[in-house]
């Protein structure tokens, strides 16, 4: 077996492994999800909209009380309203649509099935200078045309050749060609194992970034604070408690509060 052989073979074992941690890093990283996405609507159910309603009363009386503030700094006279004046940013989001925005549309968009926006392409999926490819492709049909031989066995491996260097050229793969370019005095079996080889090479690398990129992520959901919560909460659930019951009965109590304090500083101004 030469070089190239043992090259190809022990790239092939590699890139086997390297799919089965692929398989499972992607099915643990939907697994943890869909456990996120379960408790994030659980979460938005449960406590969402009492947080959303406190944080508008919050928002009201953080306004009363720079009304009054300016109130008190100025003639009773001159005094007008914020409302009278202020007038929103252009950007300007209510705090209702700004919870509509983040809890209530991603949720019927995934219900609905839709996705995100498109992804855009990286940077390296360009395609390369169309002129080397071309310059390339040339060259190379005319090294290994089936026609430039009358050798049967040869002929049948120039076919396979072309037809490897035509989807190379369909793909717009510059560095397919350049592969095979750089063996100008080979026969045209040994390009296709040259070939083969790079091939491999670039699934192992793609394999390489696609488990990074699962890692990552796997990291991100375990590490983000919803899912410290989630895991806080299946603790006390097994203990008997609903801790979001009991931070959605605090936010309410929390409410009833600030709807009691906006009320006074609205008798107030």
């Known amino acids: 077996m030469s070089n190239l052989d043992q090259d190809i073979a022990r790239l092939q074992i590699e890139i086997e492994q390297q799919e089965n941690v692929l398989a499972e890093l992607e099915a643990e990283v939907l697994d943890l999800r869909r456990e996120l996405n379960a408790f994030q609507s659980r979460y938005n159910r449960i ?4 947080e959303a309603r406190l944080e508008a009363a919050r928002t009201a009386i953080a306004d009363l009380e720079r009304q009054q503030l300016w109130k008190h700094g100025h003639p009773l006279g001159d005094y007008r309203p914020m409302e009278d004046f202020w007038e929103p940013p ?12 983040t809890w209530k549309v991603p949720l019927e968009q ?9 992804t855009k392409p990286r ?13 390339l492709y040339r060259s190379l049909a005319r090294r290994y045309h089936p026609d430039m031989t009358t050798d049967p066995a040869e002929r049948e491996a120039r076919n396979d050749l072309m037809a490897r260097i035509n989807d190379a050229y369909a793909r717009r793969d510059l560095t397919a060609l350049q592969t095979l370019a750089s063996h100008p005095d080979a026969a045209p079996g040994q390009p296709l194992a040259a070939l083969r080889l790079g091939e491999l ?21 375990q590490l983000s604070d919803m899912m410290r919560l989630a895991l806080e909460d299946k603790l006390t659930r097994n203990r008997g408690r609903d801790l979001l019951r009991e931070i959605a009965r605090q936010l309410e109590r ?3 509060a600030a709807m009691i304090r906006l009320e006074q500083l609205r008798r107030e101004v």
């Not at 406590?47 to 009492?50: K, L, M, N």
């Not at 252009?90 to 925005?101: A, G, H, I, L, N």
């Open 110 to 118: 995934e219900a609905a099935g839709e996705s995100g926006p498109p």
């Open 47 to 50: 406590v969402g909209a009492i």
């Open 90 to 101: 252009p950007d300007y989001v209510p705090v209702e649509e700004q919870f509509r925005r």
């Open 254 to 256: 929390d409410y009833d």
């Open 123 to 135: 940077a390296d999926a360009i395609n390369p200078d169309e002129a080397d490819i071309k310059k």
């Open 201 to 221: 090479r670039q699934i192992k690398s793609q394999l390489e970034r696609r488990i990074q990129t699962l890692r990552l992520e796997r990291a991100d959901i």
